[in-house]
């Protein structure tokens, strides 16, 4: 929010010698939340509640409406940052930030498939690749897309 408009290093340790796809994950879901923040947070007297605020008093019980429900997951929706109280995070298995984000990055690389490019995308790689070749005089490939 002070300007800054560049992540970098997504994944890096040790200034990027070192490479986690853990840390990558983590990262990504940080970045994911200060996106959502510099996209500012609307403020509307239906999101504020102050109908309900005011219905309910001082002492009541916000935790219960319909419109609390509705909107406490929409300021963030993290993947990975578990906010369990500690007995269900505890019985869950106590597991850390980063050891959930390696399961996951694991998870992903073991069944990831990636979609196929369409016919009119490979068209024009191709396109790319043969014009590039002719300019520089080199031999058409014989790899099939």
Request: charged share 25%; net charge negative; aromatic share 8%.
């Given at each position: 929010m002070a300007g800054a408009n560049l992540i970098y290093g997504?994944?890096?340790?040790?200034?990027?010698?070192?490479?986690?796809?853990g840390q990558l994950l983590m990262d990504c879901e940080f970045a994911r939340l200060i996106k959502f923040?510099?996209?500012?947070?609307?403020?509307?007297?239906?999101?504020?509640?102050?109908?309900?605020?005011?219905?309910?008093?001082?002492?009541g019980d916000f935790l219960s409406l319909d419109s609390t429900y509705k909107y406490m997951r929409a300021q963030s929706k993290p993947k990975l940052i578990d906010r369990r109280v500690r007995e269900e995070w505890a019985a869950g298995g106590s597991t850390d930030l980063h050891e959930r984000a390696t399961d996951e990055a694991r998870?992903?690389?073991?069944?990831?498939?990636?979609?196929?490019?369409?016919?009119?995308?490979?068209?024009?790689?191709?396109?790319?690749?043969?014009?590039?070749?002719?300019?520089?005089?080199?031999?058409?490939?014989?790899?099939?897309?």
């Amino acid at each position: 929010m002070a300007g800054a408009n560049l992540i970098y290093g997504l994944g890096m340790l040790e200034s990027g010698v070192t490479f986690d796809y853990g840390q990558l994950l983590m990262d990504c879901e940080f970045a994911r939340l200060i996106k959502f923040t510099i996209g500012g947070i609307p403020v509307t007297d239906e999101l504020l509640m102050t109908d309900d605020i005011h219905a309910v008093g001082s002492s009541g019980d916000f935790l219960s409406l319909d419109s609390t429900y509705k909107y406490m997951r929409a300021q963030s929706k993290p993947k990975l940052i578990d906010r369990r109280v500690r007995e269900e995070w505890a019985a869950g298995g106590s597991t850390d930030l980063h050891e959930r984000a390696t399961d996951e990055a694991r998870r992903l690389l073991e069944t990831y498939a990636p979609e196929p490019l369409s016919p009119e995308v490979l068209a024009a790689l191709r396109d790319i690749v043969e014009t590039t070749e002719k300019e520089l005089g080199i031999e058409p490939a014989q790899v099939a897309f």
